[in-house]
């Protein structure tokens, strides 16, 4: 039996983001962070209702400042504590896990697509999804993009306006484009 479009994205496969039930799940996440991004913070909370049913998963006292935007918000796990700032990005074609206490400074953008290296592939829609994982206690300087298939492990630093391209053990910062480990 031919596996949907969806179910090859979950396997970690290449898959055609151009589906109508990709397109369904696109359009169920844009409803939620509408209501995110235009409710009175008072009425929003820490997170808008919608986008906190949409999410995989949100630990206790979590907090998502708006204006905040991802692909599809299933894929996003946050542990207790979590905070992203104004203007994240997250786009979650794969599992995005972010561990307890992590502080997510503003316009901080987290791409887990790849699209294909072949041109008519990728006018064909063919991407493929790359989880991120990122451990407890890291803080993520503001501006700061974090590429597809890389750990950031518990404890660490990313500097501001970095571009993680490889995972980054614990208690490490890193800074610059590439990030690199700064010098002690």
């Given at each position: 039996m031919?596996?949907?479009e969806r179910e090859k994205m979950a396997a970690g496969a290449w898959y055609n983001c151009v589906d109508p039930e990709l397109d369904a799940f696109r359009l169920a996440a844009a409803n939620?962070?509408?209501e995110h991004n235009t409710l009175l913070p008072a009425a929003r909370g820490d997170i808008a209702p919608m986008l906190r049913e949409l999410l995989g998963s949100v630990g206790e006292g979590c907090r998502i400042e708006a204006p905040f935007h991802c692909a599809y918000g299933f894929n996003i796990h946050l542990g207790a504590g979590v905070f992203l700032n104004a203007g994240c990005t997250i786009l979650d074609t794969a599992p995005v896990r972010i561990g307890a206490g992590t502080m997510l400074g503003p316009n901080v953008q987290i791409y887990c697509p790849e699209h294909h290296k072949d041109p008519v592939l990728r006018r064909a829609g063919l991407e493929i999804g790359r989880p991120i994982i990122i451990g407890r206690n890291v803080w993520i300087?503001?501006?700061a993009?974090?590429?597809g298939g890389i750990e950031i492990d518990d404890d660490a630093i990313v500097g501001a306006?970095?571009?993680?391209t490889k995972s980054v053990p614990a208690g490490a910062t890193v800074v610059g484009n590439p990030a690199q480990p700064l010098a002690r």
């Open positions: 031919a596996q949907s939620a962070i509408f300087g503001g501006g993009i974090l590429l306006g970095s571009v993680v």
